[in-house]
Nanobody, 129 residues
Framework: QVKLVESGGGLVQAGGSLNLSCVVS????????MGWFRQAPGKEREIVAA????????YYADPVKGRFTVSRDNLDKTAYLQMSAVSPADTAVYYC??????????????????????WGQGTQVTVSS
């Protein structure tokens, strides 16, 4: 059983910073790609950033490039999303997601939602202007 729990969301002023964490329980964390997605009211869930199982490859959606940083700690089985220079457009529920172990993956794409098999419950990020 793989379970993901996000934390770190909250209310932040525009221009500020926020750090999200995603703790993963279960086996094989170090073999799983990790993704961060977000969903704003009335919009579809979209990719924000992702990091592959090795930590050597990352992906960032254009709106967050240069502002957000994705990382992971395999010993603590945790993925992180550091958010800086936030704007009201970043307001959304943020979800972390984990893939099946990379050697079992059918879809080898960090930014494809279908690459991820396990999801957290989400954490709300609200940016005030």
């Amino acid at each position: 059983q793989v379970k993901l729990v996000e934390s770190g969301g909250g209310l932040v002023q525009a221009g500020g910073s926020l750090n999200l964490s995603c703790v993963v329980s279960g086996r094989s964390f170090s073999a799983r790609d990790m993704g961060w997605f977000r969903q704003a009211p009335g919009k579809e869930r979209e990719i924000v950033a992702a990091i592959d199982w090795s930590g050597l490859s990352t992906y960032y959606a254009d709106p967050v490039k240069g502002r957000f940083t994705v990382s992971r700690d395999n010993l603590d089985k945790t993925a992180y999303l550091q958010m800086s220079a936030v704007s009201p457009a970043d307001t959304a529920v943020y979800y972390c997601a984990a893939s099946r172990p990379h050697y079992d993956k059918l879809i080898d794409s960090l930014d494809d939602r279908a690459s991820y098999d396990y999801w957290g419950q989400g954490t709300q990020v609200t940016v005030s202007s």
